[in-house]
């Protein structure tokens, strides 16, 4: 039940972009995001709901597949505070939400 | 305003022994969760609270793992017999509903010697 990220992990330079994937084997009613830093809690980024309906953070944006139960993160002109661990969330059944395997951003500069 | 408050920051129990861990949501919020995270993993749910009510339990590994949340508000997650697996940062989230952003605590580590 657990969603699925890829990459596990990705190294950027200032400045560059990156996307990271998420993928489910259930339908969706709904997909978070969240970044969590060592040792700290996860954060909010962003939540995309099933018929297009989108909240969340004004420098990062995200895409929402219901047909493929796919959501991707977008993170454009990277910054060093965007290192961390990125988890999507999802809920498919309106009770469970589960988290996904995680990818390690790490950006240098 | 306050966010989610979990205490004890740490505890350090010796195998076999019972443990409480407590959860104060923010305000308002209906919904709460559990999850443990194992170093290096992303959060595994526990269980899921509307309310009063466990609406989901079915993340709980045993039952030596029982959560309460008489009056809606304070959670408490409770380990019978804790084993060395147990081991983790148990964290607790609170939301105004599952499609709502979560709000983490800093969560309580666990250690089970």
């Known amino acids: 039940q657990q969603p699925v990220q890829s990459p596990q992990a990705v190294i950027l330079r200032e400045g560059e972009d990156a996307v990271i994937n998420c993928s489910s084997s259930k339908a969706l009613y709904s997909v978070h995001w969240y970044r969590q830093k060592h040792g700290e809690a996860p954060v909010f980024l962003m939540i995309?709901?099933?018929?297009?309906e989108q909240k969340g953070h004004e420098k990062i944006s995200a895409s929402f597949n219901e047909k493929k139960q796919q959501s991707s993160l977008y993170l454009t002109a990277s910054q060093l505070s965007y290192s961390g661990t990125y988890f999507c969330?999802?809920?498919?059944?309106?009770?469970?939400?589960?988290f996904g395997t995680g990818t390690s951003l790490t950006v240098i500069p | 305003g306050a966010g989610v408050s979990q205490t004890p920051s740490n505890k350090v129990t010796e195998k076999g022994k019972y443990v409480e861990l407590r959860c104060d949501p923010i305000s308002g919020h209906t919904a709460l969760y559990w999850y443990r995270q194992s170093l290096g993993q992303g959060p595994e749910f526990l269980i899921y609270f509307q309310g009063t009510g466990a609406a989901d339990d079915s993340g709980l590994p045993n039952d030596r793992f029982f959560a309460v949340r008489p009056e809606g508000s304070v959670s408490t997650l409770k380990i019978q017999r804790t084993e060395r697996g147990d081991s983790a940062v148990y964290l607790c989230?609170?939301?105004?509903?599952?499609?709502?952003?979560?709000?983490f605590g800093n969560g309580t580590r666990l250690t089970v010697t």
């Open positions: 989230a609170s939301s105004l509903s599952i499609s709502s952003p979560l709000h």
């Open positions: 995309l709901l099933k018929g297009g």
């Open positions: 969330g999802t809920d498919s059944t309106g009770n469970q939400f589960y």
